[in-house]
């Protein structure tokens, strides 16, 4: 079989890359490993910006779930207690089956060949062309190669671009079935979500995402920050089961809600230094391409697929594959999100690996941070353009808080 690109996983980022090819007139095949619809480890939440940069997401009848309008974020001890809510949607809700099964569907619509049930075993790069070698055996040509296959990356492994993560983030969660009204009853209609900062002692923390007919709980642990500690590693599995005990005792969920069999996933958190080479280029968790400081990935998926899809079809037009010009794809990768990247890398590292249980207590009822907190998780401003005006106004409230206990 012969194509110009081949775009191996068909998840948020390998969907949108194939899509937005296709729709360019790029003959394009994209292949999964596994048979569709299928499901994806995740708690689903996504920011109104996707949204605002992917407008056809909310044109699709099947792709959002519902929204959530606000929530509660609690200290470590559970004392202190951000609340964020709004008339306006702080994050809108997806069932991963379905929405990644929708994004397929619309990359076969723009007039992308899809294969499921079929794995990228092995990738050559010839002189004029790629070789992806299938499960099945059978070899797929194209000219440029796209590795959006997740976080254990195949396509990255076996073209030397990544070899192990380091800097991953460990998760255990579980979506169950709620009837609607008890989720009106426990989350209201708005569907407040929420986080638990530091649960028992994590350098991470526990989320309760109410969808429409859903739950999605979870605990996620942040291992570059683990590694800055001194306190022994903790068994996730252990912290969840606590999680849902303080999640029931709290009144948080309902006290005869089943613990089914949980499941743990992994969440790259730093960016590849290499995220593309010659014919081959990484998108998403393939390139470690997901917010540091949340592990919230379906955005910079997504984001990546359409800058590699710009930068491909003008590297198909011209001729020109090479490492060098396919750098451009990670020249406007960085220039959008780069430094941003490796601010929240820090900020993750430092926060997550102590208690942030002061902090509540300065914010906790202080309307302009959680205005400031409430226009970045939208994406109504980014980290970079309220990292100075956040760390002036916090220091504010250390001085004062200080000068108050002095008195
Ligand atoms: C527990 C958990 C909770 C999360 N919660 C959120 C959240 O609330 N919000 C958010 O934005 N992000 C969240 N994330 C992160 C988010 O899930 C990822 O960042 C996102 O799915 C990345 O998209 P992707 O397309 O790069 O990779 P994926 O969605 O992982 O898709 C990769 C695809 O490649 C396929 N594949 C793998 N290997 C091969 C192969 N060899 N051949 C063919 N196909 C292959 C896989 O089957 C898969 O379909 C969470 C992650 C985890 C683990």
């Not at 699709?60 to 609690?74: K, R």
């Not at 797929?140 to 990255?156: L, M, P, T």
């Not at 089961?241 to 029931?248: A, D, E, F, G, V």
Request: hydrophobic share 40%.
């Amino acid at each position: 079989m012969k194509f110009d690109v081949t775009v191996v996983g068909a998840g948020p980022a390998g969907s949108t890359t194939a899509k937005f090819l296709a729709e360019k007139g790029v003959k394009v095949l994209l292949i999964d490993k596994d048979r569709f619809p299928r499901d994806k480890p995740c708690g689903g939440g996504i920011p109104l910006r996707t949204l605002k940069r992917f407008r056809y997401l909310r044109e699709e009848d099947d792709l959002i779930d519902s929204y959530l309008y606000g929530g509660y974020a609690y200290s470590p001890s559970l004392k202190y207690r951000v609340e964020l809510q709004k008339n306006e949607p702080l994050l809108a809700m997806v069932i991963r089956k379905k929405f990644d099964h929708g994004l397929v569907k619309l990359a076969v619509n723009s007039g992308a060949v899809f294969i499921d049930n079929r794995s990228a075993e092995d990738i050559k790069i010839l002189r004029d062309k790629t070789r992806v070698t299938l499960n099945n055996g059978e070899h797929i040509e194209s000219q440029i190669v796209i590795g959006a296959d997740g976080i254990w990356s195949n396509i990255a492994k076996k073209s030397g671009m990544i070899q192990n993560r380091r800097n991953i983030c460990i998760c255990i969660f579980q979506e169950y079935q709620m009837s609607k009204e008890i989720l009106d009853r426990f989350f209201t209609e708005k569907r407040l979500g929420y986080l638990h900062f530091n649960i028992q002692g994590i350098c991470g923390y526990g989320w309760v995402f109410p969808k429409k007919e859903r739950i999605n709980i979870g605990v996620a642990e942040f291992q570059h920050a683990v590694k800055n500690r001194l306190k022994k590693k903790m068994n996730l599995k252990e912290v969840y089961t606590m999680y849902i005990k303080i999640l029931r005792k709290t009144g948080v969920i309902p006290d005869n809600i089943k613990v089914e069999e949980v499941k743990g996933a992994a969440l790259p958190i730093y960016p590849a230094k290499k995220i593309c080479s010659n014919r081959i280029v990484l998108c998403g968790d393939a390139a470690g391409l997901a917010n540091p400081a949340t592990g919230e990935g379906i955005y910079y998926a997504m984001s990546s697929g359409k800058i590699a899809a710009d930068v491909v079809t003008k590297s198909l037009e011209t001729g020109d594959t090479s490492a060098k010009f396919l750098s451009r794809y990670q020249q406007i990768w960085e220039k959008d999100f780069g430094r941003e990247m490796k601010i929240l890398f820090r900020i993750s590292k430092r926060r997550w690996g102590r208690k942030n249980e002061k902090i509540f207590r300065l914010i906790e009822s202080d309307k302009k941070t959680t205005d400031m907190l409430y226009d970045i998780i939208i994406g109504q401003s980014n980290i970079m353009g309220y990292r100075w005006k956040m760390i002036q106004h916090i220091l504010y409230l250390y001085l004062k808080d200080k000068f108050k206990s002095k008195k």
